[in-house]
């Protein structure tokens, strides 16, 4: 399936940091931003949110560290639930404050389960988060499971409603080789599918998985 996708739908080059970013370390921070203000809402009000906090000078931790919730909140409104974002935004920053003496890259830079369970003990970072952050921003390979993902793999018979996040991610993590690359592309392939083919309403006709055993309906 995923050499279908790549052959189909071409290389995704994800994680979509910004122009804005002027070093690598922003570019990671960034994509810890966007991982969080992505959760339920399009990717457009995130960029919109991003932009904002660019233009305040705010894609940095201290500036993060320094300004208060509520002026956040109003910063990254079009983010959508922006005050939930904006609380979980901080609770992230001051958890690298005060745990990792202000460095992204020492948390990034514990091996994989041990980065994964402090992203995981932060207010408001699930593990779709903390694997997207993990993947994009921290070079770890580890698979993300999004709907998206649940949704095809439900409809090609490949997992039941009722599997959890650890068994999907399992899954992939048996089947696929544990590589950035391979990981970064898959999971990037399977949103763009999602959003030309495997909508709500599946348009499987001229679908790249079309060939593959599937159920629309499912
Ligand atoms: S073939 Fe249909 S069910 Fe399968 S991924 Fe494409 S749209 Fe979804």
Request: charged fraction near 25%.
């Amino acid at each position: 399936m995923f050499e279908t996708l790549k052959n189909a739908l071409g290389r995704q080059g994800w994680w979509p940091v910004s122009r804005d970013a002027a070093t690598p370390a922003q570019a990671r921070l960034e994509i810890v931003l966007g991982a969080v203000l992505t959760q339920n809402t399009a990717w457009e009000n995130v960029r919109r949110a991003l932009a904002a906090l660019y233009r305040a000078e705010l894609v940095d931790l201290a500036a993060l560290d320094a300004i208060d919730e509520p002026h956040l909140a109003e910063i990254i409104r079009s983010s959508g639930t922006f005050r939930v974002k904006a609380r979980r935004i901080k609770a992230f920053v001051r958890t690298v404050q005060d745990e990792f003496a202000g460095s992204l890259d020492a948390l990034l830079g514990l091996p994989l389960p041990q980065a994964r369970a402090a992203l995981l003990r932060i207010h408001g970072v699930g593990p779709e988060t903390a694997d997207a952050i993990l993947l994009y921003a921290g070079k770890h390979a580890t698979f993300v499971i999004d709907a998206y993902t649940r949704r095809v793999l439900v409809r090609h018979q490949l997992a039941t409603r009722r599997d959890g996040y650890d068994d999907l991610q399992a899954r992939f993590h048996e089947e696929a080789p544990a590589d950035l690359d391979v990981y970064r592309e898959y999971h990037a392939l399977i949103v763009e599918l999602s959003k030309r083919h495997c909508r709500a309403k599946a348009r499987c006709e001229g679908c790249p998985l079309e060939g593959f055993p599937h159920d629309p309906s499912a």
